[in-house]
């Protein structure tokens, strides 16, 4: 876990890099090991990111592996015009 925390962190790093989100949001099957995947991350943000805010909170998303589906059906509920 500490290995693919590292990676994530190096993923997360570059996005930051480039962008400047207020937050970002670890989701689907990797946000369900949550503090084993998510504090490495954090760490490699923090050791590997020099410019700008290093601290934009990393934390996993709150739907876990069903945040697709529900946008899915989301999606479907706004073009059916069901509402």
Known sequence: FETAG?????????VLAFADPSLVIIGG???QCGELI?????????DLFCIGNPFVPIVPALLGTEAAALGAAELALDRAEVR
């Open 6 to 14: 590292r990676r994530l962190g190096q993923a997360v790093a570059s």
């Open 29 to 31: 099957g990797v946000a």
């Open 38 to 46: 998510i504090a490495p991350c954090r760490r490699a943000v923090k």
